[in-house]
């Protein structure tokens, strides 16, 4: 079956650390991808989505994320958070179907 | 401004009382879904419509009901409401969904507390 696994649940960064969030799906075939992110009180809205070409696909916000096909990951990262980046972020996958396959979501903590 | 609108943002209600919660896009989207939110488990697709007249059943159908009648909107109706559909719900929209080659715009959601 098709899936996507976040694998950290809850991150607790300080202001201007490095952030790593992983993601990994389940899919043989050709893949689209996305993260989204969920400010508090707030609707999902798009960070970044790869569909195909460069591996290394830049968002909004200073985010980036890279494709590794071998590894079929997509992790995000950001050089340097700050508080305002407190959220929850979902990665996302779509296969063959179509059909959009969330993540279970990390709560990103940035203490100021 | 393009957007979903949603309606109510909140609401608490009893068990067996049948709710609608409303969902309208301005953006001319062929393909609206419904979704739940609970903790630790992302989102969770209810329905979804690719067009007038056409919805599906997502992952977690159970207890709720939705039309397609005109493409602006996509209502989700709880016919007899349970505790277990406490939930946080979003509506989303997006051009037809080619392969989930399309961004999902969001409803600002809906917190509904069946008591």
């Known amino acids: 079956a098709q899936s996507v696994s976040q694998h950290n649940h809850h991150v607790i960064l300080s202001e201007a650390a490095s952030l790593e969030l992983g993601c990994n799906y389940s899919?043989?075939?050709?893949?689209?991808l996305f993260w989204y992110v969920q400010y508090p009180g707030q609707h999902l809205q798009l960070l970044l989505k790869?569909?195909?070409?460069?591996?290394l696909v830049k968002g909004i916000k200073g985010f980036e994320a890279e494709f590794i096909k071998s590894k079929f990951s997509f992790n995000l990262r950001k050089p340097s958070v700050q508080w305002s980046d407190t959220a929850e972020y979902f990665c996302?996958?779509?296969?063959?179907?179509?059909?959009?396959?969330f993540g279970q979501g990390t709560t990103l903590q940035v203490k100021p | 401004e393009a957007q979903v609108t949603q309606n109510p943002r909140y609401l608490i209600t009893v068990t067996g009382k049948k709710l609608t919660v409303t969902c309208s896009q301005n953006?001319?989207?062929?393909?609206m879904s419904w979704y739940r939110q609970d903790p630790g488990l992302g989102l969770r697709q209810i329905y979804y419509s690719m067009n007038v007249e056409v919805t599906d059943k997502g992952d977690v159908p159970e207890g709720y009901k939705v039309s397609r009648k005109e493409k602006r909107n996509f209502p989700l109706i709880l016919e007899s409401p349970s505790p277990n559909q406490t939930s946080l719900y979003f509506c989303?929209?997006?051009?037809?969904?080619?392969?989930?080659?399309?961004?999902?715009?969001f409803g600002p959601g809906t917190r509904l507390t069946v008591l």
């Open positions: 790869y569909f195909s070409g460069d591996p």
């Open positions: 953006m001319n989207h062929e393909y």
């Open positions: 989303a929209s997006s051009l037809a969904l080619l392969a989930g080659s399309n961004e999902q715009f």
């Open positions: 996302v996958f779509s296969g063959n179907t179509g059909k959009l396959i």
């Open positions: 899919y043989g075939g050709t893949v689209n």
